[in-house]
């Protein structure tokens, strides 16, 4: 029941589910309570009436193990990127066993340049839990990289439900509505962080805007 739930998830991002996802999904989903935050400094809240409408955050180095995807949906590259992932946290590395979850899961897009479309390619990051952090363990599959991500500062407003396109590029627009003009932000470089798994409908999501260096 389990795999044909996230079955039924993968078709709606128009991707199909291999049966050697079963396995991942089982350690997963029984590991699902257990999961350990990115770490990062809460810089600053804004917001109304005691809603925080955004808020800044500090993001340290750290390292990470990262997918590239160009297919051409947005939701396709994601979702084959985090099965690539999910195999690697749950067993498909140089220790052989299930390394924990991480959140959120990072996916860095790029606007074109006239900034009404997603660039095709994604890149998919997840954090190497702290146990691991100074000796990662290697991926068994060679389109994962280990990658030192550099400190990050980024401005950072939630939103809940699926995420495509569509959405996505409506949510950058209602958060630069909302903080309006500056030169401070890349305009033409985002990340989706997402907190839930996909499976989840009305998952917790949130949209980072970058600091210039």
């Known amino acids: 029941r389990l795999f044909a739930h996230w079955e039924a998830v993968a078709s709606t991002h128009r991707v199909s589910l291999p049966r050697d996802m079963a396995g991942p999904i089982v350690q997963m989903s029984r590991h699902s309570q257990a999961r350990e935050a990115v770490p990062h400094v809460a ?3 804004h ?3 005691e809603e925080a409408a955004y808020e800044e955050r500090q993001y340290p180095a750290g390292k990470w193990a990262c997918v590239t995807k160009g297919e051409s949906l947005y939701e396709q590259s994601i979702s084959l990127s985090f099965m690539k992932l999910m195999r ?3 067993k498909e590395n140089s220790v052989g066993c299930y390394l924990g979850m991480t959140i959120p899961v990072l996916n860095e897009i790029h606007l074109t340049k006239e900034g ?3 660039e095709r390619e994604v890149l998919t990051a997840y954090y190497i839990p702290g ?3 100074q000796n990662p363990p290697a991926p068994m599959d060679p ?3 280990i990658t030192e991500r550099a400190p990050l500062r980024v401005i950072t407003r939630v939103f809940y439900g699926t995420t495509t ?3 996505i590029l409506r949510e950058i627009a209602l958060f630069w509505d909302l903080l309006g003009p500056t030169d401070a932000l890349l305009r033409e470089t985002y990340i989706v962080a997402v907190y839930e798994n996909p499976s989840i409908p009305q998952r917790r999501n949130e949209i980072w805007f970058i600091r210039r260096a």
């Open 47 to 49: 917001g109304k009436c």
């Open 43 to 45: 810089l600053s809240q």
């Open 143 to 145: 389109e994962i990289h």
């Open 165 to 167: 396109e569509e959405t």
């Open 88 to 90: 690697y946290i749950c």
């Open 116 to 118: 009404t479309e997603l």
């Open 131 to 133: 146990e691991f952090q």
